[in-house]
């Protein structure tokens, strides 16, 4: 097995930043992984604010636009609005949700709120032949999430597929302008990528310009640029996350990174003991390992908010790497430490701040908005575009073992999202026995590199029960296994019954003060995947 610094045996290609597709965005949750599913087929795509002007967007010189979905109406006063003039650049344009009503508004069709929103599944029927559909069966299932709907269309434009309750597709070929009311761009909608593909090579005509290898050259030279005469620390988790962003900077300055893992009290049975033996034995890391979970369960008690909890948890860390990095400095003269590494991935970042366009905030997180804003290090976050199975396969290209690479995502907060209510040392406790009988036997049914999560929650309720010819009024566990690519949209697994009374007859048996377990069967929107 390679360490930690071992290189790549691959020569990178340089990465083109021209003659992409350029991905506007009006606020949508899923506009990188719009960019993400271009830059799949090996092609550069760029993310550019909706307000950018002609003359950036001109800069990139692309081959092709795709106007991004959004939370907006475009009849609301304070819509998002693209310059027209971007219609006007000669290259192919297609609109996504919010991004097709917008270019068919702009252009003189109509939108209105739907009788009937539509959110999750539905079906796409083909009415009409297009390049965007070729290779596609007539029917398709598609993944929705609007509230608004096209109802007159531009001239020049025809319709090329309905659902059951909106127009779905529509297309001026003569002009190369397209719609899509759907998202081709997530995992549930069928065909998807081949209905990208023929946009990208078929209408756009784009060449194959962007690997992941020459992303980690370009990424180490970025940051050997950027820290140079600096060291850094970095926030360690051991997870695939953390764990990649920390080996593309450990080969960038070296010994000059040092990796700290704290124990916040709201980890997984075990996992801190495991975790430093892996990170330091296993990856060669120099690592340092913090019990702080007295402090971090001190500022927590008594909050019940969510978004409380993850601001609490996400400065206690600040006040920890600082403290840390006193030390560091006290104990060996020489540089500086002037960054916080980070894993922050794409979806963190969607979820918690607006980032190139005015994307709605869902939640925080603990290394996003959760961070202080007086922040005495400046971040380094390598990961922070990109998505979990695009890091998988980074960390893959970088040699890193297949036991790190499969890891369930687990939240920076910890338990302290997956425990509803007020934390205490007994619940999280409760939840800890039960969160290990889920994994178990996801691992015993050789579910666990199948799905992508698989977790228990402590839920706020108390539930009579009978146990041993007694009543009991006891607490409630829901088992939360989901299917994913990336995060950004999720389903429920559908597990084998007998795997489920497993998990349930274990928990109620081994878990003391259990007596219910429920499976949450929601999807991702209009849920997420963490409760909290």
């Given amino acids: 097995m390679p360490s930690a610094g071992a290189a790549v045996d691959k020569t990178p290609e340089a990465v083109s930043t021209k003659h992409g597709i350029v991905v506007l965005d009006f606020g949508g949750q899923y506009t990188q992984l719009i960019a993400r599913r271009i830059r799949e087929q090996q ?19 692309p081959v092709g636009i795709v106007l991004s979905g959004g939370p907006s109406s475009v009849y609301d006063k304070d819509a998002p609005l693209c310059d027209p003039e971007v219609l006007k650049l000669g290259v192919p344009v297609l609109g996504i949700c919010y991004g097709m009503q917008w270019l068919t508004h702009t252009l003189g069709g109509k939108v209105a709120r739907a009788d009937r929103r539509e959110y999750g599944r539905a079906q796409l029927d083909i009415e009409k032949a297009s390049v965007l559909f070729k290779g596609c069966a007539s029917q398709l299932k598609i993944w929705n999430s609007h509230g ?7 001239a020049g434009f025809h319709v090329t597929g309905r659902t059951d309750n909106a127009v779905a597709s529509v297309e001026n070929a003569a002009e190369r302008f397209y719609g899509l009311e759907f998202h081709p761009e997530v995992n549930h909608t069928e065909r998807g990528t081949e209905i990208l593909q023929n946009f990208i090579f078929e209408i756009c005509g784009a060449g194959k310009n962007w690997n992941r290898v020459g992303f980690i050259s370009e990424t180490v030279a970025s940051i050997r640029k950027h820290a140079e005469g600096a060291r850094a620390i970095c926030g360690l988790s051991g997870g695939v996350d953390s764990t990649v962003a920390a080996v593309l900077v450990h080969r960038a300055i070296g010994e000059r990174l040092t990796n700290i893992f704290v124990d916040t009290g709201l980890l997984r049975r075990n996992e801190f003991v495991d975790t430093l033996e892996m990170l330091r034995d296993r990856l060669g890391l120099n690592v340092i390992g913090v019990d702080a979970s007295e402090r971090f369960l001190s500022k ?38 002037k960054f916080l590494v980070q894993g922050t991935l794409y979806p963190d970042v969607i979820e918690s701040v607006s980032v190139k366009g005015p994307s709605a905030v869902i939640k925080s997180h603990h290394n996003v908005g959760g961070l202080p804003e007086d922040m005495p290090f400046g971040l380094i976050e390598p990961l922070r575009d990109l998505f979990k199975d695009e890091v998988r396969q980074i960390g893959r290209d970088l040699g890193l073992p297949q036991e790190i690479l499969v890891k369930h995502p687990f939240p920076g907060p910890g338990l302290a999202v997956r425990l509803l209510g007020e934390i205490t040392s007994e619940k999280l406790e409760t939840l800890r026995g039960a969160d290990a009988v889920v994994v178990e036997e996801i691992r015993r049914a050789g579910l666990y590199e199948k799905v992508w999560q698989a977790f228990a929650v402590l839920l706020p309720v108390r539930s009579v029960g009978v146990m041993g010819d007694g009543r009991t009024y006891g607490h409630t566990i829901a088992v939360r296994v989901v299917d994913s690519q990336d995060a950004m949209t999720a389903d429920w697994s559908r597990l084998p019954v007998d795997v489920l009374e497993r998990m349930s007859v274990r928990i109620v048996n081994e878990v003391p003060g259990v007596n219910r377990v429920v499976y949450d069967i929601s999807s991702k929107p209009p849920s997420t995947i963490e409760w909290e």
């Fill in 148 to 154: 608004d709907h096209v109802i007159d269309l531009p």
């Fill in 300 to 337: 927590l008690q008594g909050v019940s908010d969510p978004e409380r909890k993850r601001k609490i948890i996400g400065n206690e860390f600040i006040e920890v790497f600082a403290e840390e990095e006193r030390k560091l400095v006290a104990s060996a003269a020489g540089l500086p430490v």
């Fill in 43 to 61: 092609v550069f795509s760029a993310v550019l604010p909706c307000t950018a002007k002609l003359e950036e967007i001109r800069a990139q010189d």
